[in-house]
């Protein structure tokens, strides 16, 4: 039995929950979609599936899965993506820009491992590639309320490049398995258009890897893995 849920929507992790359980599922694998962790997202996902759990008189076994961001199988699809983005672009880009979502930065300072495994997933992408640093960079995007978030800031960035000669860019967003508001808006539209504002000329939205064969596959393999000793 396969399903999704939402953590903030429909259908909600409860009823999900009550509905695989009232199914006699017995053991329940929850596997939250963002390939780096954080506090604010896998960890939120998860404090919402043990509450469901909380709510069931006879609980199903449960396994939660690990990050994904440093696995061979993700990392080839992002550069799949990327090298056909590249292939079919009118002008080729003259930097890439991993954009990944802001946290603020007092996250990292408490011990959350985001920044890292951000920057680590930038770093295998760009091996992958073959590529050298400045072909490649990470910045943060979503930034909202006062304090410090991560940095560089993605809207920022962008217009920095442009002003110092960079015309052409491609921008990705490695923290998101699908798109959305956050990668069709806030990329294609507020951030492209920082770019173009401070003389940038061509820039490339390479979409989020969602429903990709290699990536599909890459989601496969990660819970094939952890339902071993199940299935």
């Not at 929950?17 to 694998?29: H, N, S």
């Not at 400045?134 to 442009?162: C, D, H, N």
């Not at 496969?220 to 952890?226: A, H």
Request: glycine share 4%; hydrophobic share 35%; aromatic share 12%.
């Amino acid at each position: 039995m396969v399903e999704y849920c939402m953590r903030y929507g429909n259908p909600s992790t409860q009823s999900v929950v009550q509905k695989m359980v009232d199914a006699g599922c017995q053991k329940i694998l929850f596997f939250p979609l963002y390939p780096q962790y954080a506090g604010a997202t896998s960890a939120t996902a998860n404090d919402e599936f043990f509450r469901s759990l909380m709510k069931q008189t006879w609980q199903p076994t449960a396994r939660t899965v690990s990050p994904y961001y440093d696995r061979p199988d993700y990392i080839n699809a992002l550069a799949n993506s990327i090298e056909k983005a590249y292939a079919e672009a009118e002008v080729r880009p003259d930097v890439l820009v991993c954009s990944y979502h802001g946290v603020p930065k007092r996250y990292l300072m408490q011990g959350d491992p985001y920044h890292c495994q951000c920057q680590k997933t930038t770093r295998l992408l760009k091996e992958r590639l073959g590529w050298d640093d400045t072909q490649i960079v990470t910045t943060f995007q979503s930034k909202f309320g006062p304090e410090q978030w991560l940095q560089p800031y993605t809207v920022e960035e962008v217009a920095r490049m442009a002003e110092k000669g960079q015309k052409n860019i491609a921008v990705c967003a490695p923290a998101f398995s699908a798109d959305c508001i956050e990668t069709l808006e806030e990329i294609n539209e507020e951030i492209k258009e920082s770019f173009e504002h401070a003389g940038g000329e061509h820039f490339t939205y390479i979409p989020c890897l969602n429903d990709s064969e290699d990536h599909i596959a890459a989601l496969s393999n990660v819970i094939s893995e952890n339902l071993q000793g199940w299935i």
